[in-house]
């Protein structure tokens, strides 16, 4: 059993396959609900199906261990995995820097970076801004995500950074 | 007559001249910047010459390099497009001077439309209604205030040199009005060193409705009907109807004929779109000329059965229109969204990038106007519009309910775009009773909507993320535990 999250709802989920009917046919569980669920073709980026006799698309877009992107019959939606997996999944990739996702800002447009409003070793308010970026002539602030203390500044300011790009850690 | 034309633009409208001049057997020829060696243009038209760096300046905005491809190429004639050089009467007058024929006006009436002043003076000759206010420039806050009083408060104070809010203050008193006038006259010197203040009446909750112009070389001139542009955000356009819900046919007839009055004032040729303000008590004032083919035109085009670029080149080509008004006739109602890249909640923030993938929707009575490909960038150095998404039906709302579904159809990977806040607006009850207004979003608290409804769209579909999160993290554990890349292989496992 895997508790899956989603964010944008704030609600959580327990799910999991509980038969495997052949002819690409399951039956799966949400939470207390059974579901039928014939998968049409699936591959690492995607998959496409039928559940409870209706068609859905979904691709799968950046993913990490914990942290699902995926877009739903065109509706973008993040999912939080728990599971025991996890372990065994950083032991298999070789381990990697524990948490990172968690600490990076990342810018959510392209743009100029124009200016830095901290420093290393500042501490930060959840919302505070850290730099301003310029896309298209417009300003747009980049704020902290979370409280904190700002390590490794990425950003240099006249310099370009693109979707997703850290601009710094807070820890 | 015309045989070669360069289409002086670039993303979807140098696309849309394109496919018309095919259907005519026209050859065509294409420019391109560095930034846009990928662009479907390129690919698209008959000849294609690069013309500089990315930055508009140095490529689309280059008279002189785009004369130089004119006249290397052999091109008879050229199309601006919209924006970049479309409203430039220099460009208008060097391409007069060098035997080109411009598909759009003479560059002396470019000029006096494009002069908000002269422009204003000639409607008014014409018995054009233009919003009320001081006839020319005024002295001094003494004179200001004596044109406010005739007219009635709130006004405006503009500065002719201003735009995009700069310049601009609305003032309701004698008071306000001497402090306003300050501020505007030193904003005005700090920004471009000089100033000059007009007066105008200040309307509320009022709707931006334009027309159609279409005159030819002989002085026929008729309307194509209007089109309704009020949904808005930072006055620039985001959604369009045609016809507008406020306006019948008596009044089209009536607005119908000023129309023709502004197009002949001007000495306007060609096809051109005439703006008003609808004030709220139903009163029209026009606004401007836009001397060029407008962005949303192809609801015109559902709603009228002509082909307006084919139109222009039959102008260019000093042909009398084929018709008179009275042939013409309004059929059904068109929608048009304007697919942009953007991020509603971040102030409508540009998005640029790469889109792996794209759907583009289709099916009868749909027709989107794009750039975009699977694999296109979104480049950040030109205009956020992607995709202008068109439709059409017998009845307003069966127009309203297709586009809805060519919505939900459209799927543009890789940047943020306005498809979601286009949803809600098109399922809100203001809109479908057609209660539009220039401040829609603000005043029917739009964003907020926006917020809810995607969290509603997410709650619907959280069955179906869940499930395909289920499989996928089955499979990804079998990948690891199995180090096996075989999805097939994985579901033989399963059980």
């Not at chain 2, 306003?180 to 010197?189: A, L």
């Not at chain 2, 129309?259 to 606004?287: K, M, P, S």
């Amino acid at each position: 059993m895997t508790n899956f999250k989603i964010q944008e709802i704030e609600k959580s989920f327990d799910g999991k396959i509980i038969e495997n009917l052949g002819d690409n046919d399951y039956i799966i569980k949400i939470n207390d609900n059974e579901h039928k669920l014939k998968i049409i073709s699936m591959n690492s980026r995607g998959i496409e199906f039928i559940l409870n006799q209706q068609y859905h698309k979904a691709k799968y877009l950046e993913q990490s261990t914990n942290e699902m992107n995926i877009v739903i019959d065109n509706v973008p939606m993040i999912i939080n995995l728990h599971t025991h997996y996890d372990k065994v999944v950083y032991k298999n990739s070789g381990g990697s820097s524990s948490g990172g996702a968690q600490i990076a800002l990342k810018s959510q447009i392209p743009g100029k970076v124009v200016s830095i409003s901290v420093e290393h070793g500042d501490s930060v308010k959840k919302g505070d801004v850290v730099c301003t970026l310029e896309s298209m002539k417009m300003q747009v602030a980049v704020k902290a995500h979370k409280d904190g203390v700002i390590r490794n500044i990425k950003a240099k300011e006249g310099a370009s950074v693109a979707k997703g790009d850290i601009i710094s850690d807070i820890e | 007559m015309i045989e070669k034309v360069l289409i002086a633009n670039r993303g979807e409208i140098a696309l849309r001249v394109i496919r018309t001049c095919k259907a005519l057997g026209i050859k065509t020829v294409a420019v391109y910047s560095d930034e846009d060696t990928n662009s479907m243009h390129v690919k698209q038209a008959t000849e294609a010459y690069h013309i500089g760096e990315a930055a508009p300046a140095k490529s689309y905005l280059n008279q002189e390099k785009i004369l130089d491809v004119m006249l290397s190429s052999g091109a008879d004639a050229v199309h601006p497009g919209y924006g970049f050089l479309s409203e430039n009467d220099d460009f208008a007058r060097l391409c007069e001077k060098n035997k080109i024929t411009f598909i759009g006006p003479s560059a002396d009436s470019m000029n006096l439309c494009g002069d908000k002043m002269e422009c204003k003076a000639a409607m008014l000759k014409a018995e054009v209604p233009t919003v009320p206010g001081s006839p020319g420039l005024v002295k001094d806050a003494e004179d200001a205030a004596k044109v406010a009083n005739d007219i009635g408060y709130p006004v405006m104070l503009k500065s002719v040199y201003g735009g995009g809010g700069r310049g601009i203050r609305i003032v309701t008193n004698d008071k306000e009005l001497h402090d306003g006038f300050e501020t505007v006259t030193s904003e005005s010197i700090a920004a471009v060193g000089k100033s000059a203040i007009i007066v105008e009446k200040f309307l509320e909750k009022t709707r931006h409705i334009e027309y159609q112009m279409c005159r030819d070389h002989h002085g026929n001139s008729v309307h194509l009907f209007e089109r309704e542009c009020s949904i808005q955000r930072r006055n620039q356009k985001l959604i369009e109807q045609t016809p507008s819900p406020v306006v019948d046919d008596a009044k089209r007839e009536e607005i119908g004929e000023i129309v023709v009055r502004a197009a002949e004032a001007v000495d306007y040729t060609n096809l051109g779109t005439a703006e008003f303000l609808r004030a709220d008590n139903g009163e029209f004032y026009f606004i401007e000329i836009n001397a060029r083919l407008q962005v949303e035109h192809p609801i015109s085009e559902m709603v009228s059965g002509l082909d307006f670029v084919k139109l222009q080149i039959d102008i260019a080509n000093g042909e009398p229109l084929p018709f008179k008004q009275k042939d013409l006739k309004m059929n059904g109602y068109a929608i048009e969204c304007r697919i942009n890249a953007e991020d509603t909640f971040l102030d409508f923030a540009p998005s640029t990038g790469p889109v792996p993938d794209v759907t583009i929707p289709s099916g009868p009575n749909v027709r989107c106007d794009t750039y975009l490909y699977p694999g296109c960038t979104v480049s950040p150095f030109y205009d956020s519009l992607m995709a202008k998404l068109c439709t059409w039906g017998p009845t307003f709302d069966e127009s309203r309910t297709r586009m809805l579904t060519a919505l939900n159809d459209m799927y543009v990977e890789g940047v943020e775009t306005s498809i979601p806040l286009y949803k809600t607006i098109l399922n809100s009850e203001e809109y479908k009773k057609g209660e539009l207004s220039t401040d829609f979003l603000k005043r029917y608290g739009m964003i907020d909507k926006l917020t809810e409804d995607l969290k509603q769209e997410k709650e619907n579909k959280t069955d179906a993320a869940l499930a395909a999160a289920i499989i996928h993290s089955e499979y990804f554990k079998s990948q690891v535990q199995n180090n096996s890349n075989n999805s097939a292989n994985w579901k033989n496992k399963l059980d």
